[in-house]
């Protein structure tokens, strides 16, 4: 293991979204015969690999995604790791990949939070996006799952997805693309679901939106999510409000921050609800008034409004357009929670060691 590396110290005031990476990395390799080995920490650096690897060719790739906070005294948090270890495991296995234990995959990522935290400004709005992914290395072309894999943790200093504002993001439901279906891989973070995606995402730019709502495959009328983060109606006004999300059918990514909201809401005092919505149903309801907030959430979208569905049955507006008060509430719980600023019952927020 390299220990001599500095701690950051440069800190990053506009980061925006993906790209300005820390600059650290943590690497772990993997074969049948010695298991995982030693994690290493080194400088971000570029990989030498073979061009005939399985892991290029057939997208024998799993991801997660996960952020660390400045907490008010100063210290990091680190949100729900052991969730997305689990998570991470699930992804993996579906791809005949190894498990990480979940304990290392922890505390890998309090190594290195604790190297790279320097890049995080004070600025509340910021974190430390972190990324953890593992690739099949063999190099061979044979159509057959890898014999030996590559752990790698890398991170990012994140502003806003959706840049620094938190109004209202505008959608378009894809009836010309699905994202997932029964017995494919809808339901784990795996490289392989979101290349895929992105031809009907530029379809949403085009018509002026920033994300796209997926319907199921099958009958191509329940919602599901959207692009990297779950979705919730609300329904009703005020404390009697109920909190919707559609159900988890197995073609869905259980979003750690879906479980989150699902808590925080009932914690509010509002009914909680799993459903499977159709899209006539969405219309209807928001054109009679009983849903009046509908937000997308995620770890990197956070709690993020929806003011206006772009569909090729007619377009409309969501409540008054703007963020509701249960979403603005939501969001405001989660963040607290985030910061280390609420009481935290259920230990989400795991301090570096
Ligand atoms: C990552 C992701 C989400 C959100 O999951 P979180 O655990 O809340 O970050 C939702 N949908 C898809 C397709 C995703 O890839």
Redesign the pocket.
């Known amino acids: 293991m390299t220990t001599t590396l500095e701690p950051t110290t440069q800190v990053v005031a506009n980061p925006g979204h993906g790209e300005s990476f820390t600059e650290h990395m943590i690497s772990m390799e993997w074969n049948e015969q010695d298991g995982w080995s030693t994690p290493e920490l080194t400088p971000l650096q570029n990989l030498s690999i073979h061009p005939g690897m399985i892991g290029l060719h057939y997208g024998q790739v799993a991801f997660e ?2 952020k660390a906070h400045r907490r008010a005294d100063g210290s990091m948090g680190v949100w729900r790791s052991a969730d ?1 270890a689990l ?1 991470f495991q699930r992804s993996c296995a579906r791809l005949a990949m190894p498990e990480l234990p979940a304990d290392v995959f922890v505390s890998v990522i309090d190594q290195l939070i604790n190297a790279d935290q320097g890049s995080l400004s004070d600025d509340p709005s910021h974190s430390i996006y972190i990324r953890p992914m593992m690739f099949g290395t063999d190099t061979s072309l044979m159509l057959r799952p890898s014999r030996t894999y590559r752990f790698l943790l890398m991170a990012f200093v994140a502003g806003g997805f959706f840049g620094e504002n938190t109004e209202s993001v505008s959608v378009f439901v894809s009836h010309d693309y699905v ?1 997932a279906f029964p017995g494919g891989t ?1 339901n784990v ?1 795996i490289a392989g ?2 290349a895929p995606s992105f031809l009907a995402q530029r379809e949403a730019e085009a018509a002026g939106c920033q994300q796209v709502v997926w319907l199921d495959a099958v009958e191509r009328r329940y919602l599901e ?6 979705m919730f109606l609300v329904r009703g006004q005020g404390a009697d409000a109920q909190v919707i999300t559609p159900q988890l059918t197995g073609t ?7 479980n989150t909201i699902l808590t925080l809401a009932e914690r509010l005092g509002h009914r909680v609800g799993e459903e499977r919505i159709t899209l006539e149903q969405w219309r209807r309801e928001c054109a009679d008034g009983t849903i009046s907030e509908v937000f997308a ?4 979208a956070v709690v993020t409004p929806v003011g206006k569905v772009r569909d090729r049955d007619g377009d409309w507006t969501i409540g008054t357009g703007t963020p509701g008060p249960v979403t603005r509430a939501l969001r405001t719980a989660l963040t607290d929670l985030h910061h280390g600023l609420a009481a935290d019952p259920a230990g989400w927020l795991h301090a570096t060691r």
Not at 225 to 230: D, P, Q, S, V
């Open positions: 995604g996960l997305h998570r994202r809808g973070k679901n979101y999510e959207m692009g990297g983060m779950n869905l990514l259980p979003g750690v921050t879906r959430c995620g770890t990197a």
